[in-house]
Nanobody, 116 residues
Framework: QPQFEESGGGLVQPGDSLKLSCSISGISFGAYELRWFRQAPGKQRELAALIRADDSTSYVDAVKGRFTISRDDDKEVMYLQMNNLNVEDTAVYYC??????????WGQGIQVTVSP
């Protein structure tokens, strides 16, 4: 089983920045599509950002222009730089490494709280 280590979450104020990190060992990291999902209280989990093996990226409209997903295949770490945070970004953030339906691995989640 892959091992995940997530870090960087916490409590911040609106307008602040955070950078989430997710280290994943035990997979062929460079081959995977990497995703950040988030789940706000009382809401369904949503895909916030993804980065493919070729480094192309996609974002949900709500975070475009504020969030940046990246990856370091040598270090086997994925990142989510989050700028200009607002209260609607409050959620548990999950990193996900996806290769196919049988090889889809999830981190345990990390809390991000944005509050005045």
């Amino acid at each position: 089983q892959p091992q995940f280590e997530e870090s960087g979450g916490g409590l911040v104020q609106p307008g602040d920045s955070l950078k989430l990190s997710c280290s994943i060992s035990g997979i062929s990291f460079g081959a995977y599509e990497l995703r950040w999902f988030r789940q706000a209280p009382g809401k369904q989990r949503e895909l916030a950002a993804l980065i493919r093996a070729d480094d192309s990226t996609s974002y949900v409209d709500a975070v475009k222009g504020r969030f940046t997903i990246s990856r370091d295949d040598d270090k086997e770490v994925m990142y989510l730089q989050m700028n200009n945070l607002n209260v609607e970004d409050t959620a548990v953030y999950y990193c996900d490494a996806y290769l196919n339906e049988m090889q889809d691995w999830w981190g345990q989640g990390i809390q991000v709280t944005v509050s005045p």
